[in-house]
């Protein structure tokens, strides 16, 4: 049977509509950066998932063609996610989608380093003729953060921040959201197939303890 990330590091992706903390460790993952409004068609954001799942399944089909990559194993691909942020402001204004800043991206199975990634990218290069020089070999660590199971529709996402932001007040903590630590979403249904009352995203933001230094 095929590995699950979301199954088995349920921690991490399948959190429940209540806030708890969690530590996250690094992870690698395929990345691309950009600016604007998600919901454009034809936006910048449309055309990085596009090269963002060209590549999970170039790695994902490695083992049918002559390519073997060393501790190769079956795995579902896990799902989307996102960082966001708008430059200058500590706090999401969905308001004005079209100044987001953003990184879209798909976890990476442990067996995929940096040499097999840049072997996908020339893959996926000369069978699609397509660009991907936009997509990254992408390591994160967020460390310590708050995090829950948002229920509905993206635009009313601030309804689970905010009782993210009592849960951290009620147990001694702050976000600690900066250019480096940022508001992370983890997209676990898909938007053409479900109503927007039912989409299920986990919403996650760095934080510290109350009194430490920034």
């Known amino acids: 049977m095929a ?12 959190p429940p509509k209540k806030p708890g903390i969690v530590d996250v460790p690094e992870m690698n ?19 990085a998932i596009g090269m963002l799942y060209a590549i999970a399944f170039t790695i994902k089909m490695s083992y049918k063609g002559s390519h073997k990559i060393d501790g190769y194993f079956s795995y579902v691909v896990p799902p989307l996610e996102g960082l966001w942020w708008q430059d200058g402001q500590k706090e999401i204004n969905y308001a004005h989608k079209e100044n987001f800043a953003w990184i879209a991206m798909i976890r990476l199975p442990e067996f995929v380093t940096k040499e097999e990634f840049d072997w996908a990218i020339q893959e996926a290069t000369a069978k699609k003729h ?6 990254e070999f992408f ?22 921040v905010d009782r993210m ?6 147990n001694g903590y702050v976000n600690d959201i900066s250019s480096t ?15 927007p009352e039912k989409l299920r995203t986990v919403i996650r933001h760095p934080i510290k303890k109350c009194g430490i230094a920034e």
């Open 3 to 14: 590995f699950d990330y979301k199954k088995e590091y349920k921690e991490f992706y399948l």
């Open 29 to 47: 993952f395929i990345a691309v950066r950009g600016h604007g409004d998600p919901n454009e068609p034809d936006g910048e954001y449309k055309a």
């Open 130 to 135: 397509s660009d991907f020089s936009k997509v």
């Open 139 to 160: 390591t994160y660590h967020e460390g310590l953060c708050v995090q829950c199971m948002h229920i509905g529709s993206y635009d009313n996402e601030l309804e689970t």
């Open 165 to 170: 932001h009592t849960y951290l007040s009620e």
């Open 181 to 195: 630590r940022l508001h992370h979403e983890i997209y676990l249904s898909d938007p053409r197939r479900a109503a």
